[in-house]
């Protein structure tokens, strides 16, 4: 029996042969299937990273990444590699900073992954400052924590809020730093009492 080597013939891919794949080839690749997704892989890491100043880097890590697999195995979706490196880049660095600020991303759903349950002293802490907010908001004066809650809690701006409580947005203005001093005092500095005219 005469065995036929030639295309459509039993082809098999050349990887699971141990063929190595050559520089010029994962170029051509990159070329072709990785850099047309620079605009989409911006705008991803745009979305979910918070300082802007570290996207180029990142993007660079991430085609070092990529192209580094390529040379052991060009993979079979170019988008989805791309993307899925660039998630993992994104979860190894929040990991590595060991502190993960609401702001660093601003979709954790987009990035598929579970961030680790905060430790019980952690989250004993965490559920302190809450109450200790919530008492501090407690003792405003009821404008001032109104304006408050209306601006942080639901990020109305100052003609909203106005519109709201029907008032000036001076007024406005005048509540919002209003509880911000209070607060301030009353978190960090002088007795729940001293702000109180005697």
């Not at 570290?54 to 085609?63: K, P, V």
């Not at 070092?64 to 390529?70: F, H, K, L, S």
């Not at 079979?76 to 660095?93: G, H, M, P, Y």
Request: charged share 25%; no cysteine.
């Amino acid at each position: 029996m005469t065995e036929n080597t030639g295309p459509g013939f039993g082809d098999v891919d050349p990887r699971i042969q141990g063929v190595v794949i050559t520089a010029p080839e994962v170029d051509a690749w990159f070329e072709r299937e990785v850099l047309p997704l620079e605009a989409g892989l911006m705008q991803f890491l745009q979305h979910n990273w918070r300082n802007k100043s570290d996207i180029a880097d990142l993007r660079q890590d991430i085609y070092v990444r990529v192209y580094e697999a390529a040379l052991k195995e060009i993979p079979e979706s170019a988008k989805s590699f791309v993307f899925t490196t660039a998630r993992n880049l994104l979860i190894t660095r929040m990991r590595h900073e060991q502190v993960v600020p609401f702001e660093a991303i601003s979709d954790l759903e987009a990035l598929e992954t579970a961030i680790d349950e905060p430790s019980p002293e952690s989250a004993v802490m965490a559920r302190d400052e809450l109450r200790r907010l919530q008492a501090a908001l407690d003792q405003l004066p009821p404008r001032s924590r109104e304006a408050f809650v209306l601006r942080q809690v639901h990020g109305l701006s100052g003609r909203e809020i106005a519109t709201r409580m029907g008032v000036a947005e001076v007024t406005v203005k005048y509540h919002l730093k209003e509880a911000s001093r209070i607060l301030a005092n009353l978190l960090y500095g002088k007795p729940a009492d001293a702000w109180r005219p005697q």
